[in-house]
């Protein structure tokens, strides 16, 4: 289960990639890159604060062979027929849920601080999104506006880290948590939900 999680959380995220460069008007190029992007820069980034090396995407061939593949399928279906608008979110959210807790799992296998864990998960999960967005040109990217997002991911990472410390099962842990990023995303994209906006006190 744990796996196919993990190669759910690949292709979402390089659906997502494609489905983005897409939406910008990208070429196929552009589309392999935020594909790439997507999937690798959150992974990267938690591999490198925790000095692991080297890092994961470089030794593992099937990671690389997956991102091409949903990619090139993407941009195939793509040519035929236009996707419903609301496809990017939920290949997103899909994707959040998924390398949320990948990060949270990799950072308690660090032996990190627990809240170390949370900063990690996070982070894992919505560096993809914001790398995909500065490419495609849109400021702030959703991460940095008042989306419920991160907030998303790191109610699954602590979700993780509780039911990990409840001596929960890591595959039945990593599915109820994932379920968990996955349904907060969606509920407040199609419910409208919105965080509060940071408002100048009046002087």
């Keep these: 289960m744990l796996h196919a999680l993990y190669l759910l959380g690949i292709a ?21 890159v935020l594909a790439f992007a997507a999937v690798v820069s959150g992974g990267t980034l938690r591999d490198l604060v925790l000095d692991r090396h080297p890092l994961y995407w470089t030794r593992d061939p099937l990671l690389l062979v997956v991102i091409t593949t949903v990619a090139v399928a993407t941009m195939l279906h793509l040519r035929r027929r236009e996707l419903p608008r609301r496809t990017l979110v939920v290949v997103d959210a899909a994707g959040l849920a998924v390398v949320t807790v990948i ?13 170390a864990v949370l900063v990690l998960a996070v982070l894992t999960g919505v560096t993809g ?30 979700a993780y ?5 409840a001596g929960v099962p890591d595959s039945l842990n990593t599915g109820l948590s994932a379920g968990l990023v996955f349904v907060l995303r969606l509920t407040a994209v199609f419910r409208d939900l919105h965080l509060p906006r940071l408002r100048r006190t009046p002087g």
């Design 129 to 158: 999104e914001v790398v995909r967005d500065v490419l495609c040109g849109e400021f702030p990217p959703l991460l940095l506006r008042e989306e419920v997002y991160a907030t998303a991911a790191l109610a699954g990472a602590a």
């Design 12 to 32: 979402a995220f390089a659906a997502s990639g494609v489905l983005a460069a897409h939406r910008a008007g990208m070429d196929p190029f552009g589309g392999l």
């Design 103 to 115: 990060g949270a799992g990799a950072a308690l296998d660090a032996h990190v601080t627990p809240l």
């Design 161 to 165: 880290l509780g039911l990990h410390a």
